[in-house]
């Protein structure tokens, strides 16, 4: 078996859609992700992805974006607000998760702190384990580990939300509630399956599981980039400062320019299904590696310009190249997430006032509400536990807004 790296923008793009390619980047990671959505293939992957896409419509991101995510983040943010500092990181986990678990169907009946804390640190040993190629720790540790999360989860979220949800379909069934009534997640629309996909009890867990981590791991880091991304570029450029604090339009342009620079995973691993040709005319057999280096695409400068690898929110872009570049996949494994969290691209007549910003672009503007900055006496530290270059410890003080 050998191995490819294809690190041109366009060839990327192009080799992300060939459907002869099969996902391989979660195999070490199979104990939390075999048979997920994420690696599946062909007709098997089309059918599931098809019934799960019910969950992700445009009209539910509204209104999540509306009604949902201002209550759970004035819940998740007070006791940081009252204390006046936050571990960026903590804050953006525990109101990311809270979001991914209402998309995913994991229900949290107490709502408070404990109860939060405790789906966090599960979903963070489920991403470990999601990443388990990038991880720096003995690998059978990690294993053991997510086989611990999991056998929690299953008794103290997943049985209990599952139950609930088993209960409204009876009684939707039976004609004793309306569809308002029965919950939008992909729990819930797993339970119904209504296109007899099959899959066993414990698969059904870990789709739930891999839905937790993968919005929320992916989600925190990306606040925590762009915040900094935008503070850093604040302090060199004061005339953008006011624009940051009053144009969200500028704001959401700089979340998805921080987005380019920080793809959730530098690579996609792709395994050649049959011999094969790629776009970049380099032959595979079966079974090769193709390592597809978003990272190293997301900078091309033939297609960001000369300045691709710095921050630049003014970045003009080439018609149809969208601002986040790969880092939400492109073909069919794009992120479910994706217009969730970057919220959709305006257009010249956007209306700033109904635009869909997406959550990260949100989460960063309410940041910048309260006036949220890194704390000088205790500097940020970059995660130890992965190759990934992600924040790991990010300590703001912040103000309370009204
Ligand atoms: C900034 C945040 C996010 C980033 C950067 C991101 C990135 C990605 C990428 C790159 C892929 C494709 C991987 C590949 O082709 O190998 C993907 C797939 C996926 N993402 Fe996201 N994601 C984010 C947030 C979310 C959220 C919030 C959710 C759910 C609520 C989500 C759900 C999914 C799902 C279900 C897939 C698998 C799709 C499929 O295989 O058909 N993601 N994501």
Not at 81 to 109: Q, V
Not at 166 to 175: E, K, M, R, S, V
Not at 303 to 329: E, Y
Request: hydrophobic share 40%; proline share 6%.
């Amino acid at each position: 078996m050998k191995t490819i790296t294809v690190s041109g923008y366009d060839v990327a793009s192009d080799t992300l859609r060939d459907q002869r390619l099969a996902q391989s980047l979660y195999d070490e990671g199979a104990v939390i992700m075999a048979d997920v959505l994420l690696v599946l293939h062909g007709a098997e992957h089309r059918a599931r992805r098809l019934l799960e896409l019910r969950v992700f419509r445009r009209d539910f991101f509204r209104y999540y974006e509306h009604v949902v995510f201002p209550a759970t983040l004035k819940q998740t943010v007070a006791p940081y607000e009252a204390a006046g500092r936050a571990d960026l990181m903590e804050l953006s986990y525990r109101l990311t998760m809270n979001l991914t678990a209402d998309f995913a169907g994991i229900d949290r009946p107490l709502r408070d702190a404990e109860e939060t804390e405790r789906l966090r640190r599960q979903v963070m040993v489920f991403s470990e384990g999601a990443t388990l190629v990038h991880s720096t720790r003995d690998k059978e540790t990690v294993r053991n580990e997510v086989r611990a999360a999991l056998a929690e989860f299953k008794t103290t979220f997943y049985e209990p939300s599952l139950a609930r949800r088993q209960l409204l379909l009876t009684d939707f069934a039976a004609g004793k509630i309306t569809e308002e009534d029965v919950p939008r997640d992909v729990l819930t629309v797993l339970l119904k399956n209504d296109e007899r996909v099959e899959m066993a009890p414990d698969l059904m867990m870990r789709e739930i599981a891999f839905y937790l981590q993968a919005g929320s791991h992916s989600t925190a880091n990306a606040t925590a980039h762009a915040f900094h991304d935008v503070i850093t570029w604040c302090a060199t450029h004061p005339e953008d400062r006011q624009r940051v604090d009053t144009d969200p339009l500028f704001l959401q342009r700089c979340v998805h320019e921080s987005l380019r620079l920080h793809p959730a995973s530098p690579v996609a691993w792709r395994r050649s299904t049959c011999p094969m040709t790629l776009p970049t005319g380099a032959d595979a057999d079966a079974d090769d590696r193709v390592v597809i280096d978003l990272a190293t695409a997301n900078r091309d400068p033939s297609i960001f310009g000369v300045d691709a690898d710095s921050f630049n929110p003014h970045r003009i872009l080439r018609d149809g190249t969208p601002p986040w570049g790969l880092t939400f996949g492109i073909g069919v494994h794009t992120c479910l997430g994706r217009d969730l969290d970057g919220g959709l691209q305006p257009r010249a007549d956007t209306d700033p006032l109904t635009h869909q910003y997406g959550i990260v672009p949100l989460l960063v503007q309410e940041l910048i509400k309260r006036k949220a900055r890194p704390d000088p006496s205790d500097p940020a530290l970059a995660a130890s536990h992965t190759e990934r270059a992600n924040w790991g410890y990010y300590p703001i003080l912040l103000d309370t807004v009204c």
